[in-house]
């Protein structure tokens, strides 16, 4: 999770800040922690972020990877149960290198005590050495702005080099 912040509820994190080596590029998140009702049980540790604060916010983190090799992006999603009073359904677009890999729609009812997490992957092929891996939340086109994506329980993990043909024998 998101544990590099000791949260109170609802922490707004600012563009420019720092929150468990993922930079705030724009916009703002929330860090929110369990140890505060009504926010939620995060799906691991005691925080998870919103990628929504005040407005929808974009943060990254790099990655080292090898070039031409795959790997599996895993992580946790849901919605910002507040959302649900206000007819909003939050999307996020989740990116590496630049290269959007998934757009997420998290439009399912539920509720503070009961987030229904969905956890999903996506299996990539490293286009550079060092690459951003990036969260943006989406413009709802409604006000108010602060109902976002919820995030938690990153990981990366290498899945090796591509299948190459083999080699004629000379």
Not at 29 to 58: E, K, Q, R, W
Not at 80 to 94: C, E, H, K, R, T
Not at 150 to 155: I, P, R, T
Request: with cysteine; net charge negative.
């Amino acid at each position: 999770g998101f544990e590099g912040v000791a949260a109170s509820g609802a922490t707004p994190i600012p563009a420019g800040s720092y929150v468990s080596g993922w930079h705030v590029d724009a916009g703002d998140i929330d860090v929110l922690s369990s140890s505060v009702t009504p926010f939620p049980m995060p799906d691991s540790g005691t925080n998870c972020i919103d990628i929504a604060g005040t407005m929808p916010g974009t943060i990254s983190t790099n990655l080292a990877l090898v070039v031409g090799n795959t790997y599996r992006l895993s992580f946790a999603y849901s919605r910002n149960a507040d959302s649900l009073a206000f007819g909003i359904v939050p999307q996020a677009v989740v990116s590496v290198a630049g290269a959007n890999l998934l757009t997420l729609t998290p439009n399912w009812t539920n509720s503070w005590n009961n987030l229904q997490w969905q956890h999903t992957s996506v299996v990539f092929t490293a286009s550079a050495a060092l690459s951003k891996l990036a969260l943006q939340g989406l413009d709802p086109g409604v006000t108010p702005k602060s109902f976002g994506v919820l995030f938690d329980s990153f990981s990366v993990t290498a899945l090796g080099a591509p299948n190459l043909p083999a080699a004629p024998l000379v």
